[in-house]
């Protein structure tokens, strides 16, 4: 007699997908429990049935439920959201608290947590899968099914790898009889250590729901496949800089509780300071781009989007009336027009500033007192000019500059810090805003300012002029290292580029060039799932090219193509080709942020050639891998 199957409803509101869908490794493969996600989810956890709390995070971001017939559910709400510590989080019950159907459990705010670069999809896992046959996740009309598979099975889905992973050691003989007697949280605790180079190789350890998270000092002492031998270890893979071992619900809490046991200092660890301080000088600054300009790209998206549907529709020949081209210039030019306000306001929230002085120093880089920049690029306005030290100085509005307010506020975050440092707390909360922005304020128009906007024009005129190189080579270099950069962690840098491309001519061309390099990873992942003749092999390799078409190539690069090599190799070249389409067609997207399929919407006025570029980068990258790779079965 097979096993009773178990329908379920889902506790949020959204779109259901199946779990392969879910861009992490531990929740795609099954590794966790069967179920399904929910995608775009309302903001909402309710209970799915009568039962009670088993776990509840600090963090607030996951749940796991108990039901009276005997149902383990882990809901985690977003992907490594446990990194947001509880901000955009509000839980409305405890852990053991008893709980009813329809019962309020979590709140939480899709759009910011979306905003903070948190991808928002949600597994809903049962985590004692093994006791059910087919499970079925369910949601109106919408249902998704998980077939019940054996515990070999299971094991063998367990995700792959990522780039970074050390070499596959040897599998040991068996747990160490040493620790037989002992508890399963210490025996697994231990021989975590025996296998991970011992206590003196952590730096510092955290835990999210499921995994536990290392940050190692020497990542080449990790023996990989003895890890995912001891029993109670559901699979393991290095990524974002932390070894990540999964261990399921409550008993992750156990062995990090005993990790923490033998050595209290590992409690006071932070894995995002032990992460940035392991990168290179070049990775860390593509971090901070990506944390400055990161926050900002869902409001570029907005715009270009709007950009694009009135380009679309100009094209088509719809006659607009005045009043509704002002509105959509309201729509598309006004970022752009403060984009020093919000780029001085990320940074300062960034460098530790008071984030609404960030937003004030902005604004008066793009003061209305001051000539504007548009204006003086036209020769409708010219600039002011101010003596320093006998110096004459050309002061300016900043209307869609970057690199000034990035300066600025970098620049004002230290000088509020200092001040801090010496102002009494009693007069603090007038001196210390007042100093900061007066002292700025006249180094950001009289000094900073002109000399970073110097070279902020020296800089994009040169990266203007090699992306018109003649017969798309700019484009065919780009597309070709781009998916590198990514794997070395400084992809980030691009946008300030894009931003600033955006700002001066309304169009983003990288965006294109991106968009082929990324769908010729996805295809030549494509390509391995259709050489691979194992069932479940190809599965999970679809399932890791999938994202890629959504503008996600890490599950596609980290989880096949490194791993064999030539797939990669083969998808640079698919990508060049694809990028020097793009740069021959000087095809630029209207926006930035978003490309493959997501990305149609910023070439609504160019869909031809957009589909042409990504059908090169597909075809190219998976042609080759086809015709001339063999994976390893």
Known sequence: MGMAELLLESPLEGELVALKEVNDPAFGSGTMGRGAAV????????????????????????????????????????????NLEGKHFTAHVEQGAEIKKGDLLIEFDEAAIRAAGYDTTTPVVVTNAADY????????????????????????AAAPAAAGTPAASAAPAGPNPAYASMPAEERVAHEILDHIGGMANIRSAEHCATRLRLILNDKDKIEDKAVENIDGVKGQFFAAAQYQIILGTGFVNKVYDVLVGMNPALAGGSNKEAAYEQMTTAQKISRTFGDVFVPIIPVLVATGLFMGLRGMLQNLGVEMSDNLVRMSQILTDTAFAFLPALVCWS???????????????????????????YAIASGEAQPIYMNLLGLSIPVVGYQGSVLPALVLGILAAKVEAGLKKFIPDVVDLIFTPFLTLFSCMIVGLLIVGPIMHTLELAVFGAVRAFLELPFGIGGFIVGGVHQVIVVFGVHHVFNALEVQLLASTG?????????????????????????????????????????????????????????????????????????????????????????????????????????????????????????????EE
């Not at 709390?53 to 490594?80: E, M, N, Q, R, W």
């Not at 996740?137 to 099975?153: F, H, I, M």
């Not at 940074?347 to 920049?373: D, E, R, S």
């Open 507 to 631: 169009l983003d061309p990288f965006n294109a060039i991106i968009t082929g390099a990324i769908v010729a990873q996805g295809g030549a992942a494509v390509a391995v799932a259709a050489r691979t003749h194992d069932a479940k092999k190809r599965a999970l390799y679809i399932s890791s090219a999938v994202p890629a078409f959504l503008g996600i190539t890490e599950p596609a690069i980290f989880g096949i193509n490194l791993r064999f090599m030539k797939p990669f190799i083969y998808g640079l070249v698919g990508g060049a080709c694809a990028g020097a389409i793009a740069g021959f067609l000087h095809l630029a997207g209207t926006g930035m942020g978003i490309t493959v399929l997501p990305g149609t919407l910023l070439y609504l006025d160019h869909l031809a050639e957009y589909v042409l570029v990504n059908a090169v980068g597909f075809g190219v990258a998976f042609g080759l891998t086809f015709t001339f790779f063999r994976p």
């Open 347 to 373: 940074t300062m929230k960034k460098f530790g500033g008071t984030p609404v002085i960030g937003i004030v120093l902005g604004l008066m880089l793009v003061a209305p007192q001051l000539p504007n920049a």
């Open 39 to 82: 995608k775009n989810p309302k903001g909402k956890v309710v209970a799915p049935f009568d039962g009670e709390v088993t776990v509840l995070f600090p963090t607030k971001h996951a749940i796991g439920l108990h039901s009276t017939a005997g149902v383990d559910l882990l809901v985690h709400v977003g992907l490594d959201t446990v």
């Open 133 to 156: 046959g087919t499970i079925t996740l369910s949601l109106g009309a919408q249902k998704v099914s998980s077939p019940g598979e054996g515990e070999e099975e299971a094991s063998e």
